[in-house]
């Protein structure tokens, strides 16, 4: 998998917009964006996936520019309940090898009143 | 409900007192996958399975065993534990080895402490 480099930390207050952003120099031709999200004492949680440009679901929004050197995970309006780590992960759609998969420390997002 | 189960959610046991933690699929997804969570190491995977009767060791196996003989089960065994291995522990399971169209699900944890 490519190495991925995300803020440690964010923090934000209800009704904002978060943009956390994670850094991919060497994400390969075949390899996919994918965002996780984890609340304490759970697993982590699938939240968004993309190739290029931008995805959008009822979740959060994924901006991929033309490089794809970089990504922004975007949460619109935050609220308390979106305090949680998240994860980047970069690689390859279908072929990876088995031990795949491994997640960095991910961005503690911070979210308050 | 499609759901990763593990179980036990919490456990503390004493050093060397082999255990199990169980892991079940209902989705019939091919790979399933053990990790563990340590503050300020993320996840790092111990085994995976690409199907049943084929496992192999991730990034961090040494002390633990696994077993897949059926397609919905992974269980996560420390023959011997040691107070090294306390731990947070996920299990996860994907339709195939990739990252998959809508990712990996992962099992709700299992908190182990060995004194």
């Known amino acids: 998998l490519a190495k991925t480099t995300q803020p440690i930390s964010m923090d934000s207050y209800e009704g904002q917009e978060v943009n956390i952003t994670c850094s991919h120099n060497?994400?390969?031709?075949?390899?996919?964006i994918t965002w996780y999200q984890q609340f304490p004492s759970q697993g982590p949680r699938f939240i968004i996936q993309?190739?290029?440009t931008k995805v959008t679901n009822e979740v959060a929004s994924l901006f991929i520019p033309a490089d794809r050197k970089s990504s922004t995970l975007s949460l619109p309006r935050v609220s308390l309940s979106d305090t949680a780590v998240y994860y980047c992960?970069?690689?390859?759609?279908?072929?990876?090898?088995?031990?795949?998969?491994?997640f960095g420390g991910g961005t503690r997002l911070m979210v308050k009143p | 409900e499609a759901q990763v189960t593990q179980n036990p959610r919490y456990l503390i046991t004493v050093t060397g007192k082999k255990l199990t933690v169980t892991c079940s699929q209902n989705?019939?997804?091919?790979?399933m996958s053990w990790y563990r969570q340590d503050p300020g190491l993320g996840l790092r995977q111990i085994y995976y399975?690409?199907?049943?009767?084929?496992?192999d060791k991730g990034d961090v196996p040494e002390g633990y065993k696994v077993s897949r003989k059926e397609k919905r089960n992974f269980p996560l065994i420390l023959e011997s534990p040691s107070p090294n291995q306390t731990s947070l522990y996920f299990c996860?399971?994907?339709?195939?080895?990739?990252?998959?169209?809508?990712?990996?699900?992962f099992g709700s944890g299992t908190r182990l402490t060995v004194v």
């Open positions: 993309g190739y290029k």
């Open positions: 060497n994400i390969a031709t075949n390899d996919y």
């Open positions: 399975s690409m199907n049943v009767e084929v496992t």
């Open positions: 996860a399971s994907s339709l195939s080895k990739g990252l998959g169209v809508i990712g990996y699900t």
């Open positions: 992960l970069v690689g390859d759609l279908l072929n990876n090898a088995g031990n795949m998969l491994t």
């Open positions: 989705m019939n997804h091919e790979y």
